[in-house]
């Protein structure tokens, strides 16, 4: 398979376009005022409980919020299984800005680059650390879209900011009003470092949890036909 290398990047990314997206919902209000307030003329894309507590913290200024099932196209399934996994989220998290043949891709589409991915995931550490958890609630925090929007934003940290965690809400928001509403190519790399990191253990603590959970304590959670 070829692989195309890149030889030209952007040191400063301005933010005019970011996915939020967080079960853990601490500090949302001070993220979403202090990005407005460096950056100006963003939108920001969201789904879900997410896309509703965002829209209160925005109030007047809610038109620059968008659900991310309108963007697409595809509305949420039901109970929310699949709101991400889309062709025009990849494309805008994986597009490169010199790469003329991924621009071509963006105007086919009607996609748009994002620049900012702000995405937490479903606490499964936290859930089977509880006593008397069942398998079957534990595979239920096995988060599917996150890691893969982490995992594509963290790629491409050569033009986007990937944000895993409210930890770290202060040092984007001191980077974005330095900068001018703007990431630096050593910031986002810092931040992919993080990202890969994150989704590295989130997938050991999930295999470890299977490896230790023997089939005879999964199956009569279901009933099992045929």
Do not use: W
Request: contains cysteine; hydrophobic residues 40%; glycine residues 8%.
């Amino acid at each position: 398979m070829a692989v195309n290398i890149v030889e030209k990047v952007d040191g400063q990314v301005a933010v005019k376009n970011a996915l939020v997206s967080v079960s853990d919902k601490s500090d949302l209000e001070e993220l979403v005022n202090g990005l407005v307030a460096a950056c100006p003329e963003v939108t920001i894309y969201s789904t879900g409980g997410t896309f509703a507590r965002i829209k209160e913290i925005l109030g007047d200024d809610s038109a620059r919020l968008k659900q991310v099932s309108d963007y697409t196209g595809q509305p949420e399934t039901q109970g929310g299984l699949v709101k991400t996994l889309d062709f025009k989220i990849y494309l805008g998290l994986l597009t490169e800005t010199y790469n003329e043949d991924h621009q071509m891709d963006m105007e086919r589409t009607g996609a748009v680059p994002i620049d900012l991915v702000v995405v937490n995931l479903y606490p499964f550490r936290a859930t089977i650390s509880k006593g008397g958890v069942t398998p079957e609630q534990a595979r239920g925090q096995i988060d599917i879209g996150g890691p893969c929007m982490i995992r594509a934003s963290a790629k491409n940290f050569l033009r986007v900011a990937c944000v895993v965690e409210p930890a770290d809400y202060p040092d984007l928001l001191e980077e974005l009003s330095r900068g001018g509403g703007k990431t630096s190519l050593g910031f986002r790399y810092r931040l992919a470092r993080k990202a890969f990191a994150l989704t590295a253990a989130y997938d050991r603590a999930i295999a470890d949890y299977l490896a230790q959970t023997p089939f005879v304590a999964v199956s009569p959670c279901y009933e099992i036909k045929g």
